[in-house]
């Protein structure tokens, strides 16, 4: 799959969200990146930020990122609609830690 498809699957899972989602998303920018740093691995993305649930005084920082990273996705060997399946799941995945949302309860 090439870049702008990708971007475009990764547009479409966020543009699925539902409202509520939409309604408490805050600060945040998503974006795609070819592959993660060799110190993290095979990530397939990423959250950096501080999430929702933990944040406090907020004001003037710079915005929170979700990295989707294209390469790791290709390297799964999905077909191209369990590809953009698991690309939606990694937006969600992403997204939910934006929420506060850990790892043991998504």
């Known amino acids: 799959m090439r870049l702008p498809e990708f971007e475009r699957v990764v547009d479409e899972a966020i543009e699925g969200l539902p409202d509520w989602v939409f309604d408490k998303i805050d600060n945040l920018v998503i974006v ?38 294209r390469r790791p996705h290709l390297h799964l060997g999905l077909s191209r609609e369990e590809l953009a ?16 949302i850990d790892d043991g309860r998504l």
């Not at 399946?85 to 506060?100: D, F, K, N």
């Open 32 to 69: 795609v990146e070819e592959e993660p740093d060799p110190d993290q691995g095979d990530m397939l993305g990423v959250y950096e930020g501080v999430s929702l649930a933990e944040r406090g005084d907020y004001s003037g920082a710079l915005p929170d990122r979700i990295v989707i990273f």
């Open 85 to 100: 399946t698991q690309i939606r799941r990694t937006v969600l995945h992403e997204i939910a830690h934006h929420l506060g």
